[in-house]
């Protein structure tokens, strides 16, 4: 079992930054790809970005590309999301994830959830 843990969500403007963490506890950290979903009012869950065990390699939604990345840091158990350029659209809660494959996570069918940190950009 894996429990996640988000934070660092928040109000700010247009145009601004912030930094999501996911803190993860529980069954090892290391082998698990990693990923970001979002959820905005009267929308289905989507994919932001997924990140493989070793930060190999990274993926984003063609929505968030060159504004977001997403990074890991094993030792410490904790996957981050830095999302600059934050645009009104970006409004969602947002949920960290943890799989097994690769391909399950990007699906959004990952193994483990958070309970998900509210973002809120003003235009």
């Known amino acids: 079992q894996v429990q996640l843990v988000e934070s660092g969500g928040g109000l700010v403007q247009a145009g601004g930054s912030l930094r999501l963490s996911c803190a993860a506890s529980?069954?090892?950290?290391?082998?698990?790809?990693m990923g970001w979903f979002r959820q905005a009012p009267g929308k289905e869950r989507e994919f932001v970005a997924a990140i493989t065990w070793n930060s190999a390699i990274t993926y984003f939604a063609d929505s968030v590309k060159g504004r977001f990345t997403i990074s890991r840091d094993n030792a410490k158990n904790m996957v981050y999301l830095q999302m600059n350029s934050l645009k009104p659209e970006d409004t969602a809660v947002y949920y960290c994830?943890?799989?097994?494959?690769?391909?399950?996570?990007?699906?959004?069918?990952?193994?483990?959830w958070g309970q998900g940190t509210q973002v809120t950009i003003s235009s």
């Open positions: 994830a943890a799989g097994v494959r690769w391909g399950a996570v990007v699906a959004g069918t990952a193994d483990y």
């Open positions: 529980g069954r090892t950290f290391i082998g698990y790809t």
